[in-house]
């Protein structure tokens, strides 16, 4: 019974109503040999999903919008969350200076999430820079990060993200410290355009 209801309400989400909610299975009664299962659905209201400039994929929903497949609630509280996944997916793929958007829109018989996506063509990584640093202590640097110079989206290569960037932070300012220089501050990474590539 708690599968059928589990099974309900992914079908229910992927049927845009991304909001449903599905009570836990009440047996309501029995007769010999029948039963009464009850299942409370509180449906919501219906969305649909707008991306511009962003081709909808298999991919895309599994990693970052998985309230299409029904395997999460989607709610207003969460379109940061959704908006940064989205990002995150873009960068993975090469896309390092992609920034998107997103808004719902509460006009018409069923909300529209919209999702608008500024993303570049795929963009190497043609320099990693310290500033603050000698060059020195830079290249010593330069191999406890996982941001490489090149292609990150080749394969056998780290994804690049705001999250492994956020990581590359932690893993420079440790080894600063580690080093002695117990006042060490290091400010979150900035990625810029540069010579066809990010820099």
């Not at 895309?60 to 940061?80: C, D, H, K, N, V």
């Not at 018409?108 to 990584?125: S, Y």
């Amino acid at each position: 019974l708690e599968e059928a209801r589990r099974r309900l309400l992914r079908s229910l989400r992927r049927d845009g109503f991304w909001e449903a909610e599905v009570a836990p299975p009440e047996v309501a009664e029995v007769t010999g040999n029948s039963a009464t299962v009850r299942l409370a659905v509180d449906k919501g209201r219906c969305w649909r999903l707008d991306l511009e400039r962003l081709p909808q994929s298999r991919a895309l929903e599994r990693e970052a919008l998985p309230f299409l497949r029904g395997e999460e609630q989607f709610s207003e509280a969460t379109l940061p969350l959704n908006v940064a996944r989205v990002r995150t997916f873009l960068q993975r793929r090469g896309r390092l200076l992609a920034a998107v958007a997103g808004e719902v829109d509460e006009s018409g018989e069923c909300r529209t999430l919209r999702l608008r996506v500024d993303h570049d063509e795929k963009t190497p990584i043609r320099a990693i820079r310290f500033p603050g640093l000698d060059e020195l202590e830079a290249e010593a640097l330069r191999a406890r990060i996982g941001a490489r110079l090149g292609h990150p989206w080749w394969w056998g290569r780290e994804p690049i993200d705001d999250d492994s960037l956020a990581a590359d932070t932690s893993s420079v300012r440790a080894t600063l410290l580690d080093d002695g220089y117990a006042e060490a501050t290091v400010a979150a990474p900035r990625l810029s355009a540069e010579d066809g590539g990010v820099a």
